[in-house]
RNA sequence: GCGUGAGUAGCUCAGCAGGAUAGAGCGUCCCUCUCCUAAAGGGAAGGCCGCGGGUUCGAAUCCCGCCUCGCGCACCA
């Protein structure tokens, strides 16, 4: 039994219970579904809830009375083996071994299906992350961006979800010219020009250039700045997808910002004057962003008439919009959180609901061994050399264990470690193990032609199929708080809670003892755990070894 | 000043749609392998959950005020 159906089948008794007039409540005070939890304490049974103390007050009775008027109900579920009425008025349950074990079968036989779930069937989602400028390689802060963004999508898509995963590729404006004329710089031997990029990777990009334009010299500055530029945004582009790639990071749509240029922009502007939004002042145009929460307002189009990288923002808004995402989700850096507002602005604006039809995720900043990274203090890190270093794996789990909006240390040292410290290590080893412990089991005879779940009745068996059942849940909760990292700490635990198990309980017999049908579930038990970890770690984007 | 994120064990951090005795890893001190991965596990010690109020059967969690730290407040991109 999942604590899903448990917890379907104990709202059901409430209804029952308010149905027959035993519990009197208004309707408002009956959840849609009983949560139930985990208690810490064993002795609290398998499952508890505390329905009967919400409802104590609603129903005019002591929370212990609803409690026994519940409590009948729960016995009769088929599964529970004892319900107790504790403390102030929880219902703890405990369920029979058979039921509880079941699980274990119900996992291997979904496999990769398991934990998949339908809490946000419907929702079409523009999933946006990343978009770091063209002009220079990604680094630390894109990375975490990277690996939270993609896991957001992972599991919005295994709840359901259609996800759309989106970069913006910002490659219009002064900031283009700049690196091209650095680039064009590089080709001729010259400084760095004012305002220009410096850095290794401008002097690679301008072998590459050359090698592709080995005439680029002959032609005037004026001629050759739009051919350098070109090549070296291609090239640019080429290196941060294939860095993306490598870190396991695939974008559905690349989004050229430069496209809205050609007109988009001001057929948005005139879309938002239409909708009453939109006025002149000091020879520039105006979104009045102040109607909906933001400090001012913003400036659509300078008084020279060219339109600021907010207009830009709107044309884009309005395109995604226009193909057909009602949600839009941007994942942006903490020095972008003055953007919120007036992103909702747009949205608003555009008559769309800020509340539903776009959400701002806010990412904290990364340091690594407790320095703050900046270009100013010239200790950026790359991504690739990231990647080189501590590899893909222990990089996406690490930024991925963390939620995105509190400030997180990467410690590179610890990441390279093989031991409980490092918890990819400790997550990745626990599912090597149980491929390890299936390997055995193999040689020593042990199959699953039998499957007996009522005799998984170690506690650390209880404790391991109770974890294993709120999989599900857990990957549901990542998705609708948009926080992958409830995956990642679950697996965390599933993996402590396997180990104990391990430690305990013998798949393969010793010696000469014979295989019975305890080996045989147990064998179920092992590979539904290492099923169950290789799902969450795929949500991670974080591979799950047979061998460590 | 305004906005925004953070403050939980010696360290790095979970927990925050309110629940029973506050959690993990590391570090410290004990303990467990002739047999599936000891790259693991068990136990001990360690907390005014920043401070002060409030809400209620119950607050680390919700509300208000304050303190400290980070980040941001362009007709830049």
């Given at each position: 039994?999942?604590?899903?159906?448990?917890?379907?089948?104990?709202?059901?008794?409430?209804?029952?219970?308010?149905?027959?007039?035993?519990?009197?409540?208004?309707?408002?005070?009956?959840?849609?579904?009983?949560?139930?939890?985990?208690?810490?304490?064993?002795?609290?049974?398998?499952?508890?809830?505390?329905?009967?103390?919400?409802?104590?007050?609603?129903?005019?009775?002591?929370?212990?009375?609803?409690?026994?008027?519940?409590?009948?109900?729960?016995?009769?579920?088929?599964?529970?083996?004892?319900?107790?009425?504790?403390?102030?008025?929880?219902?703890?349950?405990?369920?029979?071994?058979?039921?509880?074990?079941?699980?274990?079968?119900?996992?291997?036989?979904?496999?990769?299906?398991?934990?998949?779930?339908?809490?946000?069937?419907?929702?079409?989602?523009?999933?946006?992350?990343?978009?770091?400028?063209?002009?220079?390689?990604?680094?630390?802060?894109?990375?975490?961006?990277?690996?939270?963004?993609?896991?957001?999508?992972?599991?919005?898509?295994?709840?359901?979800?259609?996800?759309?995963?989106?970069?913006?590729?910002?490659?219009?404006?002064?900031?283009?010219?700049?690196?091209?004329?650095?680039?064009?710089?590089?080709?001729?031997?010259?400084?760095?020009?004012?305002?220009?990029?410096?850095?290794?990777?401008?002097?690679?990009?301008?072998?590459?250039?050359?090698?592709?334009?080995?005439?680029?010299?002959?032609?005037?500055?004026?001629?050759?700045?739009?051919?350098?530029?070109?090549?070296?945004?291609?090239?640019?582009?080429?290196?941060?997808?294939?860095?993306?790639?490598?870190?396991?990071?695939?974008?559905?749509?690349?989004?050229?910002?430069?496209?809205?240029?050609?007109?988009?922009?001001?057929?948005?502007?005139?879309?938002?004057?239409?909708?009453?939004?939109?006025?002149?002042?000091?020879?520039?145009?105006?979104?009045?962003?102040?109607?909906?929460?933001?400090?001012?307002?913003?400036?659509?189009?300078?008084?020279?008439?060219?339109?600021?990288?907010?207009?830009?923002?709107?044309?884009?808004?309005?395109?995604?919009?226009?193909?057909?995402?009602?949600?839009?989700?941007?994942?942006?850096?903490?020095?972008?959180?003055?953007?919120?507002?007036?992103?909702?602005?747009?949205?608003?604006?555009?008559?769309?609901?800020?509340?539903?039809?776009?959400?701002?995720?806010?990412?904290?900043?990364?340091?690594?061994?407790?320095?703050?990274?900046s270009k100013r203090a010239g200790n950026i890190i790359e991504l690739r050399d990231l990647l080189n270093w501590l590899g893909a794996d222990a990089l996406r789990y690490s930024l991925g264990r963390s939620p995105a909006?509190?400030?997180?240390?990467?410690?590179?040292?610890?990441?390279?470690?093989?031991?409980?410290?490092?918890?990819?290590?400790?997550?990745?080893?626990?599912?090597?193990?149980?491929?390890?412990?299936?390997?055995?089991?193999?040689?020593?005879?042990?199959?699953?032609?039998?499957?007996?779940?009522?005799?998984?009745?170690?506690?650390?068996?209880?404790?391991?199929?109770?974890?294993?059942?709120?999989?599900?849940?857990?990957?549901?909760?990542?998705?609708?708080?948009?926080?992958?990292?409830?995956?990642?700490?679950?697996?965390e635990v599933i993996a402590g809670t396997y180990h104990r198990w391990y430690d305990a309980c013998r798949v393969t017999p010793l010696g000469d003892e014979p295989v019975t049908d305890l080996n045989r579930t147990r064998?179920?038990?092992?590979?539904?755990?290492?099923?169950?970890?290789?799902?969450?770690?795929?949500?991670?984007?974080?591979?799950?070894?047979?061998?460590?």
């Open positions: 039994m999942t604590p899903e159906e448990l917890s379907a089948a104990i709202t059901a008794c409430l209804q029952d219970a308010v149905a027959s007039g035993e519990l009197n409540a208004p309707a408002a005070a009956i959840p849609a579904e009983v949560r139930v939890e985990r208690p810490k304490n064993r002795d609290h049974g398998d499952w508890a809830t505390s329905i009967a103390l919400q409802l104590a007050k609603p129903a005019g009775l002591p929370p212990r009375a609803v409690a026994g008027i519940l409590a009948g109900r729960l016995s009769d579920i088929p599964g529970v083996a004892r319900v107790e009425i504790a403390g102030p008025g929880f219902l703890n349950v405990t369920l029979d071994a058979a039921a509880a074990g079941a699980l274990a079968k119900v996992i291997v036989e979904a496999a990769e299906a398991y934990g998949r779930n339908d809490a946000l069937a419907g929702h079409v989602v523009n999933m946006e992350f990343v978009s770091a400028n063209p002009t220079g390689p990604l680094h630390l802060a894109h990375t975490r961006w990277a690996a939270v963004g993609d896991s957001i999508a992972r599991v919005l898509s295994a709840s359901g979800a259609a996800v759309t995963k989106e970069y913006y590729i910002n490659d219009a404006g002064s900031q283009m010219n700049n690196f091209g004329a650095s680039v064009l710089a590089a080709i001729k031997g010259l400084p760095t020009p004012e305002g220009g990029y410096p850095g290794g990777y401008i002097d690679d990009l301008a072998k590459t250039v050359l090698t592709d334009h080995p005439d680029i010299r002959e032609l005037t500055d004026e001629a050759a700045l739009p051919v350098v530029r070109a090549a070296a945004y291609q090239a640019q582009m080429a290196d941060i997808r294939e860095t993306l790639a490598d870190f396991g990071v695939e974008f559905d749509v690349y989004f050229s910002e430069q496209q809205l240029h050609d007109g988009a922009i001001y057929t948005a502007v005139e879309r938002l004057r239409e909708q009453g939004h939109v006025f002149d002042e000091e020879g520039a145009v105006w979104l009045r962003t102040t109607d909906f929460g933001d400090d001012k307002d913003r400036v659509l189009i300078r008084a020279n008439g060219e339109p600021t990288y907010f207009a830009a923002d709107a044309a884009y808004y309005l395109s995604k919009k226009d193909r057909g995402f009602p949600e839009k989700i941007y994942l942006l850096g903490a020095d972008h959180h003055g953007y919120i507002n007036r992103l909702k602005a747009i949205a608003a604006a555009a008559g769309d609901d800020p509340d539903t039809n776009i959400e701002v995720l806010i990412g904290q900043m990364v340091s690594v061994n407790g320095a703050r990274l909006n509190s400030p997180m240390a990467l410690e590179p040292d610890v990441l390279k470690k093989n031991t409980n410290e490092n918890p990819v290590f400790y997550v990745q080893y626990a599912h090597a193990r149980t491929a390890a412990v299936a390997r055995n089991a193999a040689a020593g005879g042990v199959d699953r032609s039998a499957f007996d779940a009522g005799v998984l009745t170690h506690p650390t068996e209880s404790n391991l199929l109770a974890q294993l059942g709120a999989y599900p849940s857990v990957v549901a909760d990542a998705a609708r708080f948009r926080e992958p990292h409830r995956v990642a700490r679950h697996l064998l179920w038990l092992n590979d539904a755990t290492g099923q169950v970890l290789a799902n969450g770690l795929g949500l991670l984007g974080v591979s799950a070894p047979e061998r460590m």
